[in-house]
């Protein structure tokens, strides 16, 4: 039987033979997934019950010559079967290539100049204390400079209220700020830090804010902000890549050659068209953002950066692109900043976090974000290659029709019966409520017809009994 044949408690056994989970971890899963109250009323505030989606897991996906079983968080159906759809394809060709970034983030402490020289005096003061900032930072954070992390760089820009200005751009008297009425100019120190393991939030938050302090005092301005930035440098940027033989991910209907060439089109189509490149990069999102949320990590961070990276040229563009070699082959690739991390946070806090993070057997925050952006690339593979093909709706639709039987109330063997009937029907909720209401109807008639039954049967042997 295949795995997603499976049901899931089937499934968990099958993992736990291949060494991925350990029974004591199956049996955790096969409980509810809720929090523990403590915990759940010490993660947020205002708490009044928990919210619960599914764990999946896209299976055996090969990333540099290791293969994982990726735990995967979402509500949207087909998202899981299309990664593990993407990794087989990827695995007939030997997986995926990705290496991984410098592991940096930035922080920045902004103040307000109401001139250009202003500006520059800010500029010229921030800059003469750059040792400074450097032994502010370590003492900061003693415990990331001990693992070989914190500051790494430092820089000051002058920005306008109005807009960005190019570092040999004359400084201009400005007009009013639309919003604030402000006409001079922000001064941003940038601070650039080497997280580790960890995501990395915290860690610049307190180094931003322990600089400014000091700032303060050196500018005599008070700070505007002291925060860290969700854009990621280029430096920060991860890359997979994958090169396929067409004849492994032909179709019934259509030759690996021909699809091959309608993803490249399709590659061209996002990489000309800004309305295209938006899904194009929610695709690849669904699957990164799966993983992300599995264990624990930001799923906005993720987000932002992606989305802010894929608009850093100012279009917005696709993460990844497909084009064909000299030698027929289809090759993909995917860059993106993922600011993510194995420690601290709702990563350590979260018992199915850690869980998840255990499952994946990652040894490091590099290896984690080489995995990461293979899963994306595998789920864009496997969209494209349906985009190309018959179109997503078929195998998405299939899925969908159970998520419509569950919503309009469907339990246990009726999902299964609604979603099969919808299958040749219009596939929409009112519809759902009255094939389900139709089962259920004949289901009390039928088991009217059985108690009508067993209590003539019962009557005649009374008679019987008395005659």
């Known amino acids: 039987m295949k795995f997603h044949q499976m049901d899931p408690e089937r499934r968990r056994e099958t993992l736990v033979s291949e060494g991925v989970l350990t029974p004591e971890q199956a049996e955790e899963l096969g409980r509810t997934g809720g929090l523990d109250p403590d915990v759940a009323r010490n993660l947020i505030e205002n708490v009044i019950g928990q919210y619960s989606l599914p764990l999946g897991v896209a299976r055996n996906l090969t990333v540099n010559s290791k293969t994982y079983q990726v735990p995967m968080v979402t509500e949207e159906p087909s998202v899981v079967a299309a990664a593990s759809n993407g990794a087989r394809i990827a695995n007939l060709n030997g997986g995926v290539a990705a290496s991984p970034a410098q592991r940096l983030v930035t922080g920045e402490v902004v103040f307000c100049a109401d001139s250009g020289p202003q500006a520059e005096e800010v500029k010229t003061i921030l800059e003469s204390h750059r040792e400074d900032v450097f032994s502010l930072a370590a003492a900061a954070h003693p415990s990331i400079v001990s693992y070989g992390g914190g500051l790494t760089d430092l820089w000051v820009d002058l920005i306008p209220a109005q807009g960005p200005l190019g570092s040999s751009a004359p400084l201009k008297p400005l007009g009013p700020s639309r919003l604030s009425g402000f006409s001079g100019y922000f001064v941003k120190l940038s601070l650039l830090v080497n997280p580790c393991d960890a995501m990395g939030a915290n860690i610049v938050n307190t180094i ?87 264990t624990g990590n930001d799923t906005r961070a993720v987000e932002a950066g992606a989305h802010a990276f894929a608009a850093r040229t100012g279009t917005y563009l696709p993460l990844s692109q497909w084009s064909l070699n000299g030698q027929g082959k289809l090759c993909g690739q995917l860059t993106l900043p993922l600011q993510v991390g194995l420690v601290g946070g709702a990563t350590s806090s979260l018992p199915l976090a850690g869980l998840a993070k255990k499952m994946l057997a990652c040894q490091s925050t590099d290896e984690f974000q080489c995995l990461l952006a293979a899963l994306g690339l595998v789920q864009n593979l496997a969209a494209l290659r349906a985009l190309a093909g018959p179109g997503i709706q078929e195998g998405h639709m299939a899925l969908q029709a159970r998520s419509l039987a569950m919503a309009a109330g469907a339990q246990g063997e009726e999902i299964e019966q609604v979603s099969d009937l919808l299958q040749k029907d219009d596939k929409s909720l009112a519809r759902a409520k009255v094939l389900l209401a139709g089962i259920r109807d004949q289901r009390d008639q039928r088991e009217r017809g059985e108690r009508k039954n067993q209590n003539e049967y019962k009557d005649q042997r009374e008679d019987k009994e008395q005659a």
């Open 208 to 294: 931003s804010e322990a600089v400014a302090n000091a700032a303060e005092a050196w500018t005599g301005r008070p700070r505007l902000v002291a925060i860290l930035t969700n854009n990621s440098p280029l430096a920060a940027a991860v890359t997979a890549h994958v090169e396929l033989a067409p004849e492994t991910f032909a179709t019934k209907t259509m030759a690996g050659q021909k699809i091959a060439g309608r993803i490249a089109l399709l590659s061209d189509l996002a990489q000309s068209d800004p309305d295209r490149a938006v899904t194009h990069n929610k695709g690849i999102m669904n699957g990164i953002s799966a993983a992300v949320l599995a």
